[in-house]
């Protein structure tokens, strides 16, 4: 049994999209406070910390299924997805290069390690594609916006969204998507 839009259009729908925010702040939250833990020589309130986090994490991905947030048929998304973290590994290394150029090398050198994560999440998401739906891997004749804010990408007439459409990584309205050369 299916737990997508399971709320939609219920009274519960406003509180699980409320939750899943929540929880999705919360997981950011327990993370920071894990590093700052760990920087202080916490390391079992650091690990206690992070498994809050992961937890957290799955109660917002828990509400957004309830809501709909995301697509039931999430190819298109692991697509797009696939475009913005082979992008956000360029993206990530420039700001790293600008942290070192600035002396912030310790940051620097922790954002090269994410750039290459974000990098291999990418590559991840092409394997899944590869195997499972290699035909979305074909750009040939179609129409893709790319968001200026994370590389994102959307297949499709982006006219066909709502006005209200918002990136699903970044939250940018679509006007900062541009329609890819």
Same mark, same amino acid.
Do not use: C, W
């Given at each position: 049994m299916s737990l997508? &839009?399971?709320v939609k259009g219920t009274k519960f729908e406003q509180t699980s999209a409320m939750l899943a925010q929540g929880e999705a702040q919360g997981t950011m939250?327990? /993370?920071? $406070?894990?590093?700052? +833990?760990k920087e202080q020589?916490?390391?079992?309130? +650091?690990?206690?910390?992070?498994?809050?986090?992961?937890?957290?994490?799955?109660?917002?991905?828990?509400?957004?299924?309830l809501v709909g947030k995301y697509p039931q048929d999430f190819w298109m998304m692991?697509?797009? $997805?696939?475009?913005? &973290?082979?992008?956000? &590994?360029?993206?990530?290394?420039?700001?790293?290069?600008?942290?070192?150029?600035d002396g912030l090398t310790e940051a620097a050198d922790e954002m090269e390690i994410f750039a290459?994560?974000?990098?291999?999440?990418g590559a991840l998401l092409k394997k899944i594609?590869?195997? /499972?739906?290699?035909e979305l891997l074909n750009d040939e004749g179609k129409t893709i916006y790319v968001c200026a804010c994370c590389g994102y990408e /959307?297949?499709?007439?982006?006219?066909?969204e709502p006005e209200d459409y918002v990136c699903p990584v970044c939250g940018q309205p679509k006007k900062v998507f541009k329609q890819k050369a």
């Open positions: 997508f &839009e399971k939250m327990y /993370y920071a $406070l894990a590093r700052l +833990a020589g916490l390391p079992d309130v +650091a690990e206690a910390l992070i498994e809050a986090a992961n937890q957290e994490a799955n109660h917002a991905g828990f509400f957004a299924t692991v697509r797009g $997805l696939m475009a913005a &973290e082979t992008s956000g &590994e360029i993206t990530v290394k420039r700001l790293a290069d600008k942290f070192r150029a290459k994560q974000e990098g291999g999440h594609l590869e195997k /499972y739906k290699p /959307y297949v499709g007439d982006l006219d066909d």
